[in-house]
């Protein structure tokens, strides 16, 4: 599948992927540390489960709100100077949760994160939609897979040498530079960001584009049932694989699991993030000699079972049951993106639109698995994203008949 209207020479490809792994380590790294403010900020301003979990409700909603915009933007703009546009928002967002954080007002920081999210949602459908129709069909998955490699490396660098900065002791107690050192992640980001905008911003005219209409959003999405099933397995993939990160550390820091120590659990954390490092680099190997729908079962079943252990068991056992889910949701995302994605390259940019819109499911999930666990507790809750992933498995099972 080539993009009719965009350069697609090895060449560019080859750019244009090296470019893309700096946005896809930074979306990891952003995200990882998104997850990691869950327990600071419930410990911070005393709030309960679902209150702490408004810090993922607020960072994904924007894939809702503001997809259908941005993805008009893209379409009159073009994938280069959008993704530099995104970037630029996420260092604006990235500052002000620095300025919301020093004057302690949740609401600003949740604000913050939104407008950190909106920048993540231009490189989200500009970036994936990019790189799956520059360069061959047969090997989008694979491509997208090896992508997101670069962006779990991001989410497990994120815990290792941030969870010190952002978590407190046992005791209460910051190990660096006092609470206010929870900025210097952050700054760091947007100095990074800073500087791959400018390198999406001078290379805004590499891919040559033609002017062509692009289909409406209900002709896109009308009779495509593959898109239409995609939507929903992407909405239970993020849901659930956020409220796992989400809630992780403090599942680790309960008793009936292994009863660690905060800043200990965040760097065990990395072990979910690494698991989905490891597992898409081998995956982008795996996907050039296994279909792509056959894969997906594989993992989503897989997910299902070991959320379930981690969900009705307690001990070592199920900890690291739920730990290893991030081997298993590596490959689901970019696999459901490929699967779902139309054909038709006009159609891309539309139906990247759609499944973005999706992650809102990061959204929605975690806060409902929140209420969950104030009422039945935090492990019995996590068999809401156990459903998820079987919903997932559903797809896959719908995708390999439709491939025979």
């Known amino acids: 599948m080539k993009n009719a209207g965009i350069a697609s020479d090895d060449n560019v490809a080859t750019r244009l992927f090296r470019l893309s792994i700096g946005i896809c380590f930074f979306g990891g790294f952003l995200t990882s540390l998104v997850s990691l403010l869950v327990p600071r900020l419930k410990l911070l301003f005393n709030l309960d489960y679902a209150q702490s979990l408004l810090v993922q409700l607020a960072f994904h909603s924007s894939y809702l709100l503001f997809a259908i915009p941005i993805a008009a933007f893209i379409v009159r703009a073009g994938y280069m100077r959008s993704i530099a546009t995104g970037?630029?928002?996420m260092v604006l967002g990235c500052l002000g949760f620095v300025q919301a954080h020093a004057l302690l007002s949740f609401v600003l920081v949740l604000l913050a994160l939104l407008l950190l999210s909106v920048g993540i949602t231009f490189l989200q459908i500009a970036a994936n939609a990019v790189v799956t129709v520059v360069g061959p069909a047969s090997s989008a998955a694979s491509r997208l897979t090896l992508l997101q490699g670069f962006n779990s490396l991001g989410t497990v660098a994120g815990p290792l040498l941030c969870a010190q900065f952002l978590l407190p002791?046992?005791?209460?107690?910051?190990?660096?530079?006092?609470?206010?050192?929870?900025?210097?992640?952050?700054?760091?980001?947007?100095?990074?960001l800073?500087?791959?905008?400018?390198?999406f911003a001078f290379n805004r005219n590499m891919l040559s584009?033609?002017?062509?209409?692009?289909?409406?959003?209900?002709?896109?999405?009308?009779?495509?049932?593959k898109l239409q099933f995609g939507i929903v397995a992407m909405f239970a993939y993020v849901g659930a694989e956020v409220t796992i990160g989400a809630l992780l550390t403090n599942y680790l820091m309960l008793?009936?699991?292994?009863?660690?120590?905060?800043?200990?659990?965040?760097r065990m954390v990395a072990l979910y993030w690494g698991g989905a490092m490891v597992g898409?680099?081998?995956?982008?190997?795996?996907?050039?000699?296994?279909?792509?729908?056959?894969?997906l079962l594989s993992v989503s079943v897989g997910a299902t079972a070991l959320t379930c252990v981690g969900a009705l068991f307690d001990g070592p056992l199920a900890a690291a049951a739920?730990?290893?889910?991030?081997?298993?949701?590596?490959?689901?995302?970019?696999?459901?993106?490929?699967?779902?994605?139309?054909?038709?390259?006009?159609?891309?940019?539309?139906?990247?639109m759609f499944l973005c819109m999706a992650v809102v499911g990061g959204?929605?999930?975690?806060?409902?698995?929140?209420?969950l666990a104030d009422r039945i507790g935090l492990g019995l809750s996590l068999l809401l994203p156990a459903a998820c992933y079987f919903g997932i498995a559903l797809f896959a099972r719908f995708a390999v008949r439709a491939t025979r």
């Open 87 to 89: 970037l630029v928002v």
């Open 280 to 295: 898409r680099f081998a995956g982008a190997f795996l996907l050039r000699r296994v279909s792509s729908a056959t894969m």
């Open 322 to 352: 739920l730990l290893a889910v991030g081997l298993c949701n590596a490959v689901i995302y970019p696999t459901v993106y490929a699967i779902a994605l139309p054909e038709k390259a006009q159609a891309a940019p539309i139906a990247s």
């Open 255 to 266: 008793k009936q699991s292994i009863g660690a120590e905060p800043v200990a659990a965040g």
């Open 169 to 192: 002791r046992s005791d209460g107690s910051f190990a660096v530079g006092g609470a206010g050192s929870v900025v210097l992640p952050f700054m760091f980001s947007a100095v990074g």
């Open 194 to 199: 800073l500087i791959l905008a400018g390198a």
């Open 363 to 371: 959204a929605i999930i975690p806060y409902l698995t929140g209420l």
């Open 209 to 225: 584009r033609t002017r062509t209409t692009a289909p409406s959003y209900r002709n896109v999405l009308s009779g495509d049932r």
